[in-house]
């Protein structure tokens, strides 16, 4: 039923990038910790950089758990489920890093993304994972689905914010300088978007 590949290509990767969205699961090392699982949209904002290598937009948002877990140790899941055509369910374990808009890799990094405007979108991170282990597994519960259209009211809310005001709005949330278990997550104040 379930197959373990070497790396991300082929038949796999076209999978993975036909689908309009996917979902993101780390948790900290603390046993009692809070596991986060989080749903990924926006045509556009996923790319595979390499056979072993994908990567992310992270917009803004109310909450920075992926943030935090990563840079306390790393761990990461991510999903993809065909809710349309042949079942399929296909999962990347891995290692992942947030790159902020200060890194000098940034500039690189988002060259990968042509399909989507981030400025919007309050682009926050852009998050890089390692695959360690690729498999897929059948899908058959997976209820078929169909995909209409982005929703536009998140581009709508964070278009209005520039640098100043969206690290305002963040340091006024809960759960995005530091997460539900108190560790560190945004570096705050934002950088200032990189001119580009």
């Known amino acids: 039923m379930g197959k373990t590949y070497e790396r991300i290509d082929g038949r796999l990767r076209d999978f993975i990038e036909a689908q309009p969205m996917f979902f993101v699961a780390t948790a ?19 790319a595979v950089l390499d056979e072993h290598t994908v990567a992310y937009l992270d917009f803004a948002g109310s ?9 306390e140790n790393g761990r990461i ?25 200060d890194d000098p890799r940034w500039p690189g990094l988002l ?51 520039d640098d100043v005001s969206l690290s305002a709005y963040f340091a006024g949330k809960d759960h995005v300088a530091t997460s539900i278990d108190g560790l560190p997550g945004l570096p705050l104040p934002l950088p200032p978007t990189p001119a580009g």
């Open 111 to 161: 060259a990968h993304f042509p399909d989507i405007d981030p400025g919007p979108h309050g682009l926050r991170a852009i998050i890089v994972v390692r695959a360690e282990l690729v498999r897929d597994t059948c899908g058959y519960a997976v209820p078929f689905m169909t995909y209409d259209a982005d929703r536009d009211l998140h581009e709508r809310r964070f278009a209005r914010e």
């Open 63 to 71: 909450n920075a758990e992926t943030i935090a877990h990563l840079r």
């Open 28 to 46: 900290p090392l603390s046993g009692d910790g809070t596991v986060n699982l989080s749903p990924k949209g926006l045509r556009g904002c996923f």
């Open 77 to 101: 899941t991510l999903m993809w489920c065909a809710f349309a055509g042949p079942p399929n369910i296909v999962r990347v374990h891995g290692h992942g890093e947030p790159v902020f808009r």
